[in-house]
């Protein structure tokens, strides 16, 4: 029989499989932890995720830490876990003792036991005397790759700082609240019976922010599809949108179908929701079902509407493109690490290519709402403006709000503002009189 | 001595039934320091012959902390049980795989000795877990048999993509 896992190590070696799956061999964080086993609950489960998350977070700056104590380069299972263990030193409150030995303890159940020295030293040597970096490069501060900090810096400006470093915050849990079937204050007044802290967002007519995130099927409300999980960044489409009753509209990118389902409780329209992916579709139209609410759900490409569309046009269009995801880098860190400088050139060509495709099918008069969750200007304004310059019946519509600030064509959220993730939105409407 | 190979799930040897020692010489013995070596080594607080690819009917069990507590199981026999506790085990034939299994708390067995000497024992808690643990090994049982076949499929699909990537 084995001896239970020496204290704490289990959840080390799972964060450390976890970080060696996205670094050592580009897999996402989501399929990595999906590899964890169903009876792995509880608080080792939650420590595990801290960890893997917090690692990826940090992994640049943690390396630099690490580098100098290192004779020389470990493989890549040890190196993530002793990123793993490092992370656990410079930035939980896991007491550092409990720390090492937990790691150490992994070091075996890795199969690298010959490693335990070497962990056991490297380790107690930074809680003996912990590494400072003594840089002012902000890629290696804030942890990203040189190529996407530029862009940010570029972008961003003076801000960039701060937007690489809301980067690494872990994102609040914000939920929408079904119009159709209760209010915001109703359910307010229920969290604040069932002793759950909850405040409304001022920016989002439907959004309400936790204080503490909550697992789905223990949120109340969740089930009986009351209430669904949503950024408020992600709300804001709907009110862009202005679905109004009887409106034929188009969702093109829909899954997983937040946005679809917002739209649908907003105004008794005709919703085509277009997915290219099948399994993803069918989450959407579970999110449906549990929500009571129903649309034309659909398989396809958007950049091809011979193969889906019937013909008729439509009064909105919902285009929420497929990008690099650098906005939900807080929720997803592994974007960090997997994403490469040629994506943002390809995610353009692929949003260009989107835009222009789906133009055709929105009526003269009607609206095309352009949203991605990426925080590079060559994925927002760099796509509006290539789009209207060679498009003259397509007009830019000035988005006036209280959230996320002007940008030459849209309105763009940097993470962390409000509460957001980062977002871009632009507002395009078809001239009357154009074909 | 010598750490052995212990065999993985799903290993057919592991499902072989084991044979009453009836010699309890040198080599007997000195397969029981081999046996301790390798549960140590591993890091496991009992081990069965059949683990290591063995039919002789012996198991070695050390739940203390301090690897003082040696007890050797030739030959033996659960004689009573008491209670139910469902616990978390683990098996050195399974690897990086835990589970909640449904153990008795309590019971006594009757074993022989390395040379032969017949004792009786009342163990409890780790200790009890042990010796169902072990005694079920020694008749080609798994602690993963008390699984539902659901989750039998996915260690033994988890098993055999280990094996593949050889970590």
């Known amino acids: 029989m084995a001896r239970e896992p020496s204290a704490g190590a289990r959840p080390r070696v799972l964060a450390a499989r976890a970080v060696s799956a996205v670094i050592d061999h580009g897999r996402s964080l989501d399929a990595a932890l999906a590899d964890w086993p169903a009876d792995f609950v509880g608080a080792d489960l939650a420590l595990a995720r801290m960890l893997a998350y917090g690692t990826l977070r940090e992994h640049r700056r943690l390396g630099a830490l690490l580098a100098p104590r290192l004779k020389k380069a470990p493989q890549p299972l040890l190196a993530a876990l002793l990123h793993v263990g490092i992370f656990q030193l410079e930035a939980t409150r896991v007491p550092p003792h409990a720390a090492v030995h937990a790691t150490v303890a992994a070091t075996k159940a890795l199969g690298l036991g010959g490693a335990r020295g070497m962990v056991n030293a490297v380790l107690r040597g930074h809680q003996r005397a912990p590494a400072t970096l003594a840089s002012e490069d902000s890629a290696l501060i804030h942890s990203y790759p040189d190529w996407l900090a530029e862009h940010i810096a570029a972008d961003w400006a003076a801000h960039a700082p701060a937007v690489l470093a809301a980067g690494n915050q872990r994102a609040p849990m914000q939920l929408r609240v079904n119009a159709r079937r209760t209010t915001r204050d109703a359910l307010l007044a229920e969290y604040s019976a069932a002793g759950i802290a909850a405040t409304a967002l001022p920016a989002c007519r439907d959004g309400i922010c936790l204080d503490e995130p909550i697992v789905a099927d223990k949120l109340p409300g969740f089930v009986e599809g009351h209430v669904s999980i949503q950024d408020g960044a992600a709300q804001l489409a709907a009110d862009l949108v202005a679905p109004c009753d009887g409106d034929r509209v188009l969702d093109a990118c829909a899954a997983p179908g937040n946005k679809s389902a917002h739209l649908l409780e907003r105004a008794d329209i005709a919703l085509t929701a277009l997915d290219i992916d099948e399994t993803r579709l069918a989450t959407l139209d579970d999110t449906l079902t549990r929500l009571g609410l129903a649309a034309d759900s659909r398989v396809g490409d958007a950049a091809n509407p011979r193969t889906w569309s019937d013909g008729a046009r439509y009064d909105r269009i919902l285009l929420d493109a497929p990008c690099s995801g650098t906005g939900v880098i807080r929720r997803h860190p592994d974007i960090k690490w997997l994403r490469r400088a040629s994506d943002i050139e390809a995610a353009k060509a692929r949003q260009a290519a989107l835009l222009a495709a789906l133009w055709p099918t929105l009526v003269p008069g009607g609206r095309l709402v352009y949203a991605t969750c990426s925080i590079l200007a060559a994925e927002g304004d760099g796509v509006i403006e290539a789009f209207v310059a060679q498009m003259p019946e397509a007009a830019v519509v000035p988005i006036e709000a209280e959230w996320g600030r002007a940008s030459a064509y849209g309105r763009r959220i940097a993470p962390g503002d409000q509460g957001f993730d980062g977002f871009y939105y632009a507002v395009l409407e078809k001239k009357t009189g154009s074909p | ?167």
């Open chain 2, 1 to 167: 001595m010598a750490i052995l190979e212990i065999l993985h799930f799903p290993d057919p040897r592991l499902r072989e039934t084991t044979e009453e020692i009836t010699v309890f010489d040198d080599a007997l013995s000195r397969f029981v320091d081999d046996m301790f070596e390798t549960m140590y080594d591993a890091p496991g607080v009992g081990l069965a012959a059949t683990q290591v690819g063995d039919t002789r009917r012996v198991a070695v069990m050390d739940c203390s902390e301090d690897k003082n507590e040696r007890i050797v199981m030739c030959n033996p026999r659960i004689l009573w049980t008491e209670d139910e506790q469902t616990v978390d085990e683990g098996c050195l034939s399974v690897p990086d795989h835990y589970d909640r299994v449904t153990r008795a708390t309590r019971l006594g067995f009757a074993a022989q000795d390395r040379d032969g000497t017949a004792y009786e024992m009342t163990a409890e808690g780790l200790l009890a877990q042990c010796v169902q643990h072990e005694l079920a090994h020694l008749d080609g049982g798994l602690y993963i048999d008390k699984l539902s076949r659901l989750k039998r499929e996915r260690i033994r699909r988890k098993m055999a993509k280990t094996a593949k990537r050889g970590t």
